[in-house]
C-alpha cells in the first residue's frame, strides 16, 4: 500500500497514476527494476485514506502488464566446449552442436549462430552445428580454439559467445625421418668403450606412433658398437684395431611403435683412426751380404726393407745405421738402400757387423726395430809378396857349411788371404851350387862352397802369391865366403833409415848412398834401384847413388809408413845392396772422418737447457796433431739451439725444444784437426723432435650459428675443429648445456659435428649458448657458442578476440575511426609482420593495412532497422607462404550523448570541526541531464581534484524530491579525521559525468573550512641538546636557546618554557619567553664535568613537551706537559734490522680531554740521532731508521718533543747507545812465534812477547792473553802478551859442542774478556837448551820444593786452629746474647749438616788486621771482600788513607792499558740500556783492588790457589773492573767432595734478614724455582741507627795482635755462628790502622745435571752471584743500612761473575752481561 504524504491540515487526496511511480516504488520495495522474464503482470490495489478523524478510505484493483524489452542477452548451454575429430577424414564431417537461448519474447529471443572465422570450419547459423569443411591433418594443426556467438533479433541485438576448442585426433601417418641420410663419423682406435654420437629421428605423430626405437641391421657383424635403443646413442663395444678393420659403414634403422610399424635407415661411415701402436718389422732379423775391396765408392751392398702397418706417418718408415759401421757404410733414409761411403781394405777390416735402425715417423711416440747386417769383405789379390829382409847378407865359411845345408831363409810375406796370400820361391834365374824351397823359402848349397869360384855369389829370389794374377817380388841374397878375399865394391852397410815426410814433392832429396872398394875408391860405379820402387815413386843419379822423389804417389803415411828401398850399386866385376828404409813422416793430409754420415738423434721436446742428445765421432788417421779432432756445428739458422762439446763430439740443447716452432732440423756437424793447415771433415745431423703433449687445444668455432626453427632434428648444424699444435693424440668434443639447451644438442665425440637433438621453436626461445669442450686427454679449453634460431613463418596471426563489439554514434563523419583490432604473429621479421583488410560490407568500411583500425566510408546514421553491422577483417602475415586469420566486428549506432550534467548552484561552502568523525555528511549536490535516453541521462558524482589525504568521498544515490521527481544527488561524506595543523581548508572540484558516449560532465567547486582544536603538544626542534663550555664561562651569558613549536593556533600554539630537573645547585637560568639558557652561576670542570638539564616547554592546556640538555664544562689547558727525565737513556745491538724498536717516549699532561693527548716529534737539528730515528707521533716508539754499525757510530742522541692541542711543549734529550757484538776474530800478528830462554835467565824475565788485534769495538775489543795450558815454567800476561818465565833457568854445565837444542811448544789464546768470545791462537816455540826445564833433576827439585811448601802450610793451619779455637772461646758468650742479629747475617753458616765434610764447611769471620800477609806465596784464609761481601769496599776505603789512594794511583798509571780497558768496560755497560734505578759497579761502585804496590805477576801469584793446595786453577785468569783500573780478583776454588741442597723455609724467603748479596745460589735458583715473586716484591729495609753502632761497638779493637783466619775443618753439629763483617767507613778517608783487604771468591756450586731444566722467568748472566748492589757511600754503610738483592730482577749482570765450585773441575766463567729489558 502506497502512502501519499499530506498538505495542509485537511486531508486532500493527490494520486498521480504513473509509470515511474510504479517502478520506482517497485525498485523501492524489491531492491531491483521490474523484470517481464520474473513476473509479467502486477495486480494492483491503490487505497486512498484521508486525514479526518474519523479517517476516511477507498480501494482501486489496478493491473499493470509489463511488456517485454531485448534485455536479455542469449545465453548458451555451456561456456567452453570440446570435441574431438580424427585426422584424414573428409570434408562435411560433423564435430559439434552448439546451443544457446533467450528469454525475452518474440524477435527479441530468436536466435541465430555465427562468428566461425576458421577456415577448415563451418557453422550452420539456426542449427549450430559445426563440421569440417576440408580434411584435417594433425601434424600441421592439432588443436584449434574458436568463439561462436549467439545473436537475438532485438533492438538493438544482443550478443553471446562461447569458446570451442577442436582437437584432432592422431593417426600413424608419418615415418621416422633422420635429419640426414649419411653421417660421417671417426674414431681412434685403440680406446676403451666410448660414447660417439646420438642419432635422432622426429616421428611426426603422437603417442606410440611418434615414439622412436633405433638399431643397427647392418655393417657391424663383430658388435663392436652398441646403440642405446631407446636414446639413439652410439658408443663402442670394446677397443678397435684400425690394422684390423680400418672403416664400418653401419645401417642404422628407426621404427615407430604405431600399427603398423614404419622405419626409415640412415648410414653411418665411421673411420678408425690410427695411433702408432705397431712397429716397424724387417723382412728378417739380420742379413749378411759379401763385397769385394776394390769396389770404388758408392757400390751396392744391400737394400734393407722394414715395413710398418699403421698409416700415415706412423707407418712411414726411415733408416739409419748404427756407429758400428764405422762410417764405411751410408743408407738411403728412405728405401733402406746401403751403399758404400769409401773405399774398402780387406786387409784391414775383414768384415763390418752393425745394426740397421727402422723407425717410424710418429711426431708424438715413434717405435723403432733394428736388424743385423754383417758385411764380409772379400779378398782382391792387391798386396805383392814383401820379404822380411832385404837384402839378404850372409858371411859364412866355405869349411863349416856342408852341402844341402840350409844357408838362410828369405822369408817374405802377403796380407792378402787365400790363395792370394800364399806365397811360393824360387831363383829369378837359373844360380849353380844353390838351391831354395819353394814353400818356406830355405836356401841351401848343392855343391861344396869351397869349390866355389867366386868370393861373392849374388841369389835373386822371386816372391810370387798365387793370386790371379799373380804378384810377385824380387829379393837379394849376397853370400859372402870368408876364406876368399873380396876385392869387389860394397856398401859400408847393409841398410840405412832415412827419414820423408809423406807427399813429398817431385824432386825433393831423399838419401845419398855410395858403395866403395876395399881401397876406398868409388870409380866406375853405378848406381840403380832394384827394388821397392813398383810405383816409380823415387829415382836415382846412376853415378852419385842420390835418390830423390820422383812421384808423391805412393807415399802415404797411413797406407805405408815405412817403405824399403834396395839399391844396387854395380861394375863391371862387382855389385852391392843395400836397403834404405824410408820412414814417412805424417802430413795433416787426411780429412777427420765420422763414423757415420748421416747421424739421426731423437729428442723429446720441452727438455731442458743442456740436454744430451746425442755423441759423434770421427777418426783422423793421422798422428798427432794431425790426428787430434775437435768437433764444432756449422752455423746456421738453427745451430745457435744446439752446442758440442768440442774435445767428446757430446752435443746437448742449447734452448727448449718445442716442436710447435721446428720438428726437426739438420745440422752440419764440422770435426776439425790440429794441423797445419787444419782439415775439416762433415757430417749431417738429424734432430727431430718428439711431440709432447705440451699444447692446449683451441677452438676457433664461431661466434654465431644461425639455425631455422623447422630443421630437422639430426641435422649438423655446424663443424668444430679443434686446433691442436701437438701432433696427437686425437681431440675428442663435448658440450656442456644448460637447463634449457637440454636435449636440444649434441656434438660427434671426435668429428667435432654439433648436430641438433631436439625440436627449435624461436617463439619459445630465440638463442641457445652451449659450452663446447675439448681435450687431448690432458689439456682441455672451452669456447661458447651462441646458437640463433632463425625464425620461419610457423604461426598464423591470432586476433586478440574473435569477436569484438564496437559502438558508433550517429553524425559521426566519413573517415572516423570505429575500433582498432589487433592480430599478433608470434613469429619475427616479416613472417611476424600482419596485415589487415576488411572482407565484408566493404561500401561502408575500409581498414588501416597496418595497424588494424577500423574507419567508416560515410558519415553515420541511426537506423532503427539496421542498427549495427557485421564487419569480417582478415589478418595476413608477410610469410612466404603467408598465413591468414579472420574476426567480426560487430558495429552498434547509438544515439549521441550532446547535453552534459547542470548543477543547482555555482558554488558550495561548509565548515566542519577538526574532531568531527569519520562518516559525517558534510554536503548534498544536485544536477540534472537534459538527456533523455537512460544511457545519456544518468551521471555520477566525483572529486577530481583538492582532496588532500583523500579525506572525503561523495555517493551518487537517487532520490525523491518532491514537486521535482526522482532525481540524482551526490552525499559528500567525511571518510577521514581531519587536522587543522596539517590542512585548515579544502577546495574540492566535484565533477558529475553523465554516462552517455562521449561522455559530457561538469564541475563545481566546493570549499570546506576546517575548525582549530587544542590537540598538539609542544614539540622541540631537537631531541637532545649539547653544550660544551669551559669552565671560566661569564655569568649571566646565554649559552644556548631552546625552540619548541606547537602547531595548534593561538592561544592554544603559545609556548612557555623552564627547568624541569637537573638544576638543583641552580648554575642555570631559562627564560620562559625566549627559551633562552644563561649561566647562573660560575661552573667548575673539577667539580662536575657534565650538568644534564630537563627542560620542558608548556603550552598552558595541558600539553608539554621535555627534551634533555647536556652540558658539558670542558677544561682549560692549564697544564704544560713534561717528560718525568729530562734525559732518557736507551740502548740498541748493532746490526739490528731496520725499523727496530729502541724505546718509547712517554710525557705527562694533566690536562683531560684533547688536552691531554699528547704528540711526540723530534726537534731539527737536534742531534746526530735526527736522521738516525723516527718518532712515531701518536705511540712514542723511536724505532731505527737503519742498522747501526758499533765499530762506526756508538752513539747518538736528539731532542724529544711532546706538545699538546693547546700547543704546550716538553722536550727531553734522548741517548741511544749501540752495544757491540762480537764480530772479529782475533787476529796473531803471526800464527808462530819463536822465543829462547838466555842462559841464566831468572823468574819473571820476558823472554818474548805475542802481540794480537782485534776488529771489534768496545769490550769485544780488548785483547786477553792465556795459555791453553798452564806451564811449571813459561807465564804469558793476560793483557800485553808477554811472555815470562815462572822460575830461574837453571843450566846444566855441558860442553857446547854436546849440548843438544831443546824446545818447547806452547799454545797461546787471544780471546776478548767475555764468555762468548771469539778466540784465535798461535803457536810458541821456546828453545830452553841453556835451562834444566824439562830434565829430571829439574823435577826432583820441584818434587821437593812442593814437599816443603806443603809442611810449611801443615804447620800455619795448626797456627790457625789455635788461634780461632782461643777467639772463638772468647766470644761465645757474647755471640749467644745477640742469638738474633747471628741469624740476620749471612747464610752462609745454615749450610752445616751432621755428616758434612770439612771441606765444605766455609768460615767468613776474618776481620781487617786479622789476616795473614798475603804477599807471600802459596794459600792463606780467605780474606773479606769478595762477591759474597755486601760491602764490596775498594782499596781506596779499606786501605790506609794515603797509602792506599797512593799504591792504588800508581798502579793506575803503570798499567795504563787496564785503564784503558776498565773505562771501555765501563761505556758498555752503560750503553746496555737505562738505568733499573738500582745501583751498579757503572755507577761509581767501590772497586775490588788487589794489595797496594803488588806487581802484577805477584798479584795474580797470590791468587793462584786450586782447592787446598794453593795452585793456581786451570783456565782461570783475572778480568778487569769496568771502573778504578784495577782488577778483580780471580776466584779460589774450594773442593767440595759432596754437593749439598740448600732449601729455602716455607715462607718461600731466604732464611737471611741481611743483604741478599749473602745469598748463595741453591740448586732452586738454577732450576728456576726461586722464589721471584719475593725477590720481584724486595725493596731497600733500613735498620735502625741503633742498630748500626751496635755492629761497630762489635768492631776488634785494631791494636790487638793480628789472628789468622781458622782453615777449613770438619765441624760437626756445631751451631751456626754470625760473620763479622768489618766495620764501615765513617770518614772518606780511611784511618791509618786499616788494612787493605783482598778480595775473597764467590762460592758456588756447578750443577751440569741441571742445565737442561727450566730456567727462572727472570734474565741473568748466569752466574751463581753478582757483585753486591750497594750505594757507592764513601763511607759505606751498604752491610748495615740496605739489604739489595744478590741478583738484580732485571738481569743486569752487576760485574763479572764470580768463582765456580766444581767437584771435578775449577775454572772462572765470564759473561757476557745481558741487555737491559724492562
Not at 527494476?33 to 482501486?60: C, K, M, W, Y
Not at 751392398?301 to 748404427?322: H, I, K, P, R
Not at 637532545?1024 to 644556548?1040: D, H, P, R
Amino acid at each position: 500500500m502506497w502512502v501519499l504524504p499530506q498538505s495542509g491540515r485537511k486531508a486532500q487526496l493527490a494520486l498521480t497514476l504513473e509509470l515511474v511511480i510504479m517502478t520506482t516504488a517497485w525498485r523501492h520495495k524489491s531492491g531491483k527494476p521490474i523484470d517481464r522474464e520474473e513476473l509479467a503482470q502486477f495486480n494492483l490495489t491503490i487505497v486512498a485514506e484521508d486525514h479526518g478523524v474519523p479517517q476516511q478510505s477507498s480501494t482501486q484493483l489496478l493491473t499493470v502488464q509489463v511488456i517485454d524489452v531485448n534485455d536479455e542477452v542469449p545465453y548458451f548451454e555451456e561456456n567452453v566446449y570440446e570435441a574431438f575429430v580424427t585426422e584424414n577424414q573428409p570434408a562435411g564431417a560433423t564435430v559439434l552442436v552448439v546451443s544457446a537461448s533467450d528469454l525475452d519474447q518474440g524477435s527479441n529471443g530468436a536466435v541465430t549462430y555465427g562468428g566461425m572465422t576458421a577456415d577448415d570450419f563451418s557453422i550452420h547459423p539456426v542449427t549450430g552445428v559445426i563440421v569440417t569443411t576440408k580434411a584435417l591433418d594433425r601434424e600441421a594443426q592439432e588443436d584449434y580454439s574458436m568463439t561462436v556467438y549467439a545473436k537475438d533479433g532485438g533492438f538493438p541485438p544482443n550478443f553471446a559467445k562461447a569458446t570451442v576448442h577442436i582437437t584432432v585426433l592422431d593417426e600413424n601417418d608419418n615415418r621416422p625421418a633422420f635429419g640426414r641420410v649419411y653421417y660421417s663419423l671417426e674414431v681412434p682406435e685403440n680406446l676403451e668403450p666410448v660414447t660417439l654420437f646420438t642419432l635422432r629421428a622426429t616421428d611426426l605423430d603422437s603417442g606410440d606412433s611418434g615414439l622412436v626405437q633405433y638399431r643397427i641391421t647392418d655393417g657391424d657383424p663383430s658388435g663392436d658398437f652398441h646403440l642405446d635403443h631407446k636414446s639413439g646413442v652410439l658408443s663402442t663395444s670394446r677397443a678397435l684395431d684400425r690394422e684390423q678393420k680400418a672403416r664400418y659403414t653401419l645401417t642404422v634403422e628407426a621404427h615407430d611403435l604405431g600399427t603398423p610399424a614404419l622405419s626409415s635407415t640412415v648410414t653411418l661411415d665411421i673411420s678408425v683412426l690410427d695411433l702408432n701402436d705397431n712397429s716397424p718389422v724387417f723382412t728378417s732379423s739380420s742379413y749378411t751380404v759379401e763385397i769385394a775391396e776394390d769396389v770404388p765408392e758408392g757400390s751396392f751392398v744391400l737394400e734393407v726393407t722394414a715395413t710398418d702397418q699403421d698409416e700415415g706417418s706412423n707407418g712411414q718408415v726411415v733408416y739409419f745405421l748404427s756407429r758400428e759401421s764405422r762410417g764405411m757404410f751410408i743408407v738411403d733414409q728412405h728405401t733402406g738402400r746401403i751403399i758404400t761411403a769409401t773405399a774398402l781394405d780387406r786387409e784391414k777390416v775383414a768384415s763390418y757387423s752393425f745394426q740397421m735402425y727402422a723407425m717410424d715417423s710418429s711426431a708424438g711416440d715413434p717405435h723403432n726395430s733394428s736388424a743385423q747386417v754383417t758385411v764380409h769383405i772379400l779378398d782382391v789379390n792387391d798386396n805383392a809378396p814383401f820379404f822380411i829382409t832385404d837384402p839378404l847378407i850372409i858371411n859364412i865359411s866355405s869349411s863349416s857349411i856342408a852341402s844341402h845345408r840350409v844357408l838362410a831363409t828369405m822369408r817374405a810375406e802377403d796380407k792378402d788371404f787365400g790363395a792370394n796370400g800364399s806365397v811360393f820361391y824360387r831363383f829369378a834365374n837359373a844360380v849353380k851350387g844353390f838351391t831354395i824351397n819353394s814353400l818356406t823359402g830355405d836356401i841351401q848349397a848343392t855343391e861344396k862352397l869351397h869349390s866355389l869360384t867366386q868370393s861373392q855369389r849374388t841369389l835373386i829370389v822371386q816372391a810370387m802369391d798365387q793370386g790371379s794374377p799373380p804378384q810377385s817380388s824380387l829379393g837379394v841374397v849376397v853370400v859372402y865366403i870368408r876364406e876368399q878375399s873380396y876385392r869387389g865394391i860394397r856398401f859400408s852397410r847393409n841398410s840405412k833409415d832415412v827419414s820423408l815426410q809423406e807427399n813429398a814433392a817431385k824432386g825433393t832429396a831423399v838419401v845419398q848412398i855410395q858403395a866403395q872398394y876395399p881401397d876406398g875408391s868409388r870409380s866406375g860405379i853405378t848406381y840403380s834401384i832394384f827394388s821397392g820402387n813398383k810405383l816409380q815413386s823415387f829415382s836415382i843419379s846412376p853415378t852419385t847413388g842420390e835418390i830423390w822423389v820422383e812421384s808423391s804417389k805412393g807415399l802415404d803415411f797411413e797406407e805405408t809408413p815405412r817403405l824399403r828401398l834396395v839399391v844396387k850399386a854395380e861394375t863391371a866385376s862387382s855389385s852391392s845392396f843395400m836397403a834404405v828404409n824410408l820412414i814417412l813422416q805424417d802430413v795433416n793430409d787426411n780429412l777427420p772422418r765420422f763414423q757415420l754420415h748421416n747421424y739421426v738423434a731423437y729428442v723429446r721436446e720441452a727438455q731442458g737447457y743442456d740436454f744430451p742428445i746425442i755423441q759423434v765421432l770421427a777418426d783422423d788417421l793421422d798422428q798427432g796433431q794431425n790426428g787430434q779432432v775437435t768437433y764444432s756445428i756449422r752455423s746456421s739458422s738453427m745451430s745457435g739451439l744446439f752446442k758440442i762439446d768440442p774435445l767428446t763430439g757430446s752435443i746437448s740443447t742449447a734452448a727448449i725444444m718445442d716442436r710447435e716452432i721446428w720438428t726437426q732440423t739438420k745440422l752440419v756437424v764440422m770435426a776439425t784437426d790440429r794441423g797445419s793447415p787444419r782439415l775439416a771433415g762433415s757430417a749431417t745431423l738429424t734432430v727431430i723432435i718428439v711431440d709432447l703433449n705440451d699444447n692446449r687445444p683451441t677452438i676457433p668455432i664461431p661466434r654465431e650459428v644461425r639455425v631455422p626453427e623447422n630443421t630437422l632434428i639430426g641435422t649438423v648444424i655446424t663443424q668444430v675443429t679443434g686446433n691442436d699444435v701437438d701432433s696427437g693424440p686425437a681431440l675428442f668434443y663435448s658440450l656442456h648445456l644448460d637447463s634449457e639447451s637440454q636435449g636440444k644438442f649434441g656434438i660427434h665425440r671426435y668429428g667435432g659435428g654439433v648436430s641438433l637433438t631436439g625440436q627449435l621453436d624461436y617463439e619459445k626461445r630465440t638463442w641457445y649458448t652451449v659450452t663446447i669442450s675439448t681435450s687431448d686427454s690432458m689439456h682441455q679449453s672451452e669456447a661458447n657458442l651462441t646458437i640463433l634460431v632463425e625464425d620461419v613463418n610457423d604461426n598464423a596471426p591470432v586476433f586478440t578476440q574473435d569477436l569484438y563489439q564496437a559502438t558508433l554514434a550517429e553524425h559521426s563523419p566519413a573517415g572516423s575511426s570505429v575500433i582498432t583490432v589487433t592480430a599478433t604473429d608470434l613469429d619475427s621479421g616479416e613472417n611476424g609482420k600482419v596485415t589487415y583488410r576488411v572482407v565484408s560490407t566493404r561500401d561502408m568500411f575500409y581498414i588501416d593495412s597496418s595497424n588494424g583500425t577500423l574507419f567508416i566510408n560515410q558519415e553515420a546514421k541511426f537506423d532503427s532497422e539496421r542498427p549495427s553491422f557485421l564487419v569480417v577483417i582478415e589478418a595476413r602475415d608477410s610469410g612466404n607462404p603467408s598465413l591468414t586469420a579472420l574476426t567480426t566486428v560487430q558495429v552498434q549506432v547509438t544515439d549521441v550523448n550532446d547535453n552534459a550534467p547542470v548543477f543547482h548552484q555555482a558554488e558550495y561552502r561548509a565548515a566542519v570541526s577538526e574532531d568531527e568523525l569519520p562518516g559525517s555528511t558534510v554536503l548534498t549536490l544536485e544536477a540534472i541531464d537534459g538527456d533523455l535516453s537512460r544511457d545519456n541521462c544518468g551521471f555520477d558524482f566525483a572529486i577530481a581534484n583538492g582532496n588532500t589525504g583523500n579525506a572525503f568521498q561523495i555517493e551518487s544515490s537517487v532520490r525523491f524530491i518532491e514537486g521535482r521527481g526522482f532525481q540524482i544527488v551526490g552525499t559528500l561524506i567525511l571518510a577521514e579525521r581531519l587536522d587543522f595543523e596539517l590542512v585548515s581548508s579544502y577546495n574540492l572540484t566535484i565533477v558529475a559525468s553523465d554516462r552517455g558516449v562521449p561522455q559530457q560532465s561538469s564541475s563545481v567547486p566546493v570549499l570546506i573550512t576546517v575548525m582549530d582544536t587544542n590537540d598538539n603538544a609542544p614539540a622541540f626542534s631537537r631531541a637532545e641538546y649539547n653544550v660544551v663550555l669551559s669552565e671560566g664561562a661569564e655569568t649571566g651569558k646565554e649559552i644556548l636557546r631552546l625552540s619548541a613549536l606547537d602547531p595548534d593556533s593561538t592561544p592554544n600554539g603559545k609556548v612557555q618554557y623552564s627547568i624541569s630537573s637537573g638544576d638543583e645547585s641552580e648554575l642555570f637560568f631559562l627564560d620562559e619567553t625566549s627559551g633562552a639558557l644563561r649561566v647562573r652561576r660560575s661552573l667548575d670542570s673539577e667539580w662536575r664535568s657534565t650538568h644534564t638539564l630537563i627542560v620542558q616547554a608548556s603550552d598552558g592546556q595541558g600539553h608539554f613537551a621535555l627534551v634533555p640538555v647536556n652540558v658539558e664544562v670542558k677544561d682549560i689547558n692549564d697544564n704544560r706537559p713534561f717528560f718525568p727525565l729530562k734525559t732518557l737513556t736507551a740502548s740498541i745491538r748493532e746490526n739490528r734490522p731496520q725499523n727496530a724498536l729502541v724505546t718509547m717516549l712517554h710525557a705527562i699532561d694533566h690536562d683531560a680531554g684533547a688536552f691531554g693527548q699528547l704528540r711526540y716529534y723530534m726537534m731539527d737539528k737536534s742531534g746526530n740521532g735526527k736522521e738516525s730515528f723516527v718518532v712515531n707521533q701518536t705511540s712514542g716508539e723511536v724505532r731505527t731508521r737503519y742498522s747501526f754499525d758499533f765499530e762506526k757510530m756508538n752513539l747518538f742522541h736528539f731532542i724529544a718533543v711532546a706538545v699538546d692541542a693547546g700547543n704546550y711543549s716538553a722536550t727531553a734529550t734522548v741517548q741511544v747507545y749501540v752495544t757491540g757484538e762480537d764480530e772479529y776474530d782475533p787476529v796473531f800478528t803471526s800464527s808462530h812465534f819463536a822465543f829462547h830462554v838466555p842462559e841464566g835467565a831468572k823468574k819473571g824475565q820476558s823472554i818474548g812477547q805475542v802481540l794480537a788485534k782485534d776488529e771489534d769495538g768496545g769490550v769485544d775489543g780488548i785483547v786477553l792473553y792465556t795459555l791453553s795450558e798452564s806451564s811449571p815454567y813459561f807465564e804469558v800476561n793476560i793483557s800485553t802478551g808477554v811472555i815470562s818465565l815462572k822460575m830461574d833457568a837453571y843450566g846444566r854445565h855441558t860442553s857446547r859442542s854436546k849440548r843438544e837444542t831443546r824446545q818447547m811448544t806452547l799454545e797461546v789464546i787471544a780471546h776478548s774478556p767475555l764468555e762468548s768470545s771469539r778466540v784465535a791462537t798461535a803457536q810458541l816455540n821456546i828453545d830452553v837448551t841453556h835451562t834444566s826445564f824439562g830434565l829430571t833433576s829439574d823435577m826432583n827439585m820441584l818434587l821437593a820444593s812442593v814437599i816443603a811448601a806443603s809442611l810449611a802450610a801443615i804447620v800455619v793451619l795448626i797456627i790457625i786452629v789455635v788461634v780461632l779455637f782461643l777467639l772463638r772461646s772468647r766470644r761465645k758468650k757474647y755471640q749467644e746474647a745477640h742469638a738474633r742479629i747471628v741469624t740476620s747475617g749471612t747464610v752462609l753458616e745454615t749450610l752445616d749438616e751432621p755428616k758434612v765434610h770439612g771441606s765444605e764447611k766455609l768460615y767468613h769471620q776474618t776481620l781487617p788486621g786479622y789476616a795473614a800477609d798475603q804477599s807471600g806465596g802459596g794459600g792463606g784464609p780467605y780474606t773479606r771482600g769478595g762477591s759474597l761481601d755486601p760491602s764490596h769496599s775498594s782499596g781506596r776505603g779499606s786501605a790506609e788513607a794515603e797509602a792506599a789512594e797512593d799504591d792504588e794511583i800508581r798502579m793506575i798509571n803503570e798499567y795504563p792499558r787496564v785503564s784503558s780497558i776498565s773505562s771501555s768496560m765501563q761505556e758498555h755497560i752503560a750503553a746496555r740500556g737505562p738505568d733499573s734505578g738500582i745501583q751498579q759497579d757503572a755507577d761509581q761502585l767501590s772497586d775490588i783492588s788487589g794489595e797496594p804496590g803488588m806487581e802484577m805477576n805477584q798479584w795474580f801469584k797470590g791468587k793462584k790457589m786450586g782447592s787446598l793446595s794453593g795452585t793456581l786453577l786451570a783456565g782461570q785468569t783475572p778480568v778487569y773492573r769496568d771502573e778504578g783500573g784495577g782488577y778483580l780478583g780471580v776466584g779460589r776454588g774450594l773442593n767440595i767432595s759432596q754437593t749439598k741442597d740448600y732449601t729455602f723455609p716455607e715462607d718461600g724467603k731466604p732464611m737471611v734478614d741481611g743483604s741478599l748479596t749473602a745469598i748463595v745460589a741453591s740448586d732452586e735458583e738454577l732450576r728456576g724455582s726461586y722464589n721471584w715473586d719475593y725477590l720481584l716484591n724486595w725493596c731497600p729495609q733500613f735498620q735502625p741507627l741503633a742498630n748500626v753502632f751496635t755492629e761497630i761497638a762489635r768492631l776488634k779493637d785494631e791494636n790487638a795482635p793480628v789472628t789468622t783466619r781458622r782453615p777449613f775443618q770438619p765441624k760437626l753439629k756445631a751451631d751456626p755462628k754470625p760473620r763479622i763483617d768489618p766495620p764501615p767507613l765513617i770518614t772518606s778517608v780511611a784511618h791509618p790502622g786499616a788494612k787493605t783487604v783482598l778480595p775473597k771468591p764467590a762460592v758456588g756450586r756447578t750443577l751440569p745435571h741441571l742445565s737442561s731444566l727450566k730456567r727462572s722467568p727472570i734474565s741473568h748472566d748466569g752466574s751463581v752471584s753478582s757483585i753486591a748492589m750497594s750505594p757507592s757511600f764513601s763511607p759505606s754503610l751498604s752491610p748495615l743500612a740496605a739489604r739489595s738483592p744478590a741478583i738484580s730482577p732485571f738481569g743486569v749482570s752487576q760485574g763479572p761473575s764470580a768463582s765456580i765450585i766444581s767437584t771435578t773441575e775449577h775454572s772462572v766463567e765470564h759473561t757476557e752481561e745481558a741487555e737491559l729489558r724492562i
